[in-house]
């Protein structure tokens, strides 16, 4: 099954191009990293998807809804931008707790879910102190936790491990492979690529608007000048080079 498609995508501003003629698959179930050097117009490409900016031309599916149906699209799907959307003067429960009736989950099964991710993210004895007083990282994982918080069928993740310590990135790690364990998907943009190399089941590189490759991650590598003993930042940087 598909949890993604785009034919053509297409995105100027102006007579700019940003994004130009995209067209990729993700499979339900994936973990896909989506990857590129600064300006190549991931972030514009997470904005259509997830509705919050029109293409200039070309279609995408997201979760088997057409991005042209708003509603029905942000209705099954999670994103984190690349800053939390967050209410400073709110503490963290109450962050949650509002996301939560926002996306009209059953209180007491919110209730549950907010408990567990708050003690899996050790942010319980801060729950309810504010926002405003958290530091980087704290303000990330609860951006996180209300990103999945309602069970979406696609999550969308842009730099999701930004200001985490080590330990933090091991939580967040296998809350993915938990998340897509029972079918859900993952489109995840960052540039700490042994994360990627480490869950990605697929990956897509975008250069200047355009998918210049995609495959898993061995594959990439076996596609450079040296595979042997390259890591998957290795290969990004001889397949982006000028």
């Known amino acids: 099954m598909v949890a993604i498609n785009t034919t053509s995508l297409r995105k100027e501003y102006g007579d700019v191009p940003v994004i130009r003629d995209l067209s990729f698959v993700v499979e339900s179930g994936d973990i896909y990293g989506f990857l590129g050097p600064n300006g190549a117009g991931k972030t514009t490409v ?20 057409s991005i042209a149906n708003r509603d029905a699209v942000t209705e ?11 209410y400073p003067e709110l503490t963290g429960l109450e962050q949650l707790e509002f996301w939560a009736g926002f996306r009209g989950m059953d209180p007491e099964y919110a209730d549950d879910r907010i408990e567990l991710f708050l003690d899996r993210f050790d942010l319980t004895e801060h729950a309810n102190k504010r926002i405003s007083s958290y530091s980087k990282g704290m303000q990330q994982k609860v951006g996180l936790i209300q990103s999945i918080l309602h069970e979406p069928e696609v999550l969308f993740l842009d730099e999701p491990t930004s200001g985490l310590d080590p330990n933090a990135v091991r939580t ?21 690529l042994p994360v990627v190399d480490t869950l990605a089941d697929a990956v897509g590189v975008l250069h200047q608007g355009e998918l210049i490759t995609t495959g898993t991650p061995e594959e990439l590598k076996n596609r450079v000048t040296s595979p042997e003993d390259q890591t998957l930042e290795d290969v990004f940087i001889e397949i982006t080079e000028p």
């Open 76 to 86: 099954k799907i999670g994103y984190l931008p690349e800053e939390p959307p967050l």
């Open 46 to 65: 997470m904005r259509i998807l997830t509705c919050l900016l029109k293409p200039t031309a070309g279609s995408a599916t997201v979760a088997g809804e």
């Open 172 to 192: 967040v790690q296998e809350t993915f492979r938990e998340f897509v364990s029972d079918g859900s998907t993952v489109f995840l943009s960052t540039h700490i």
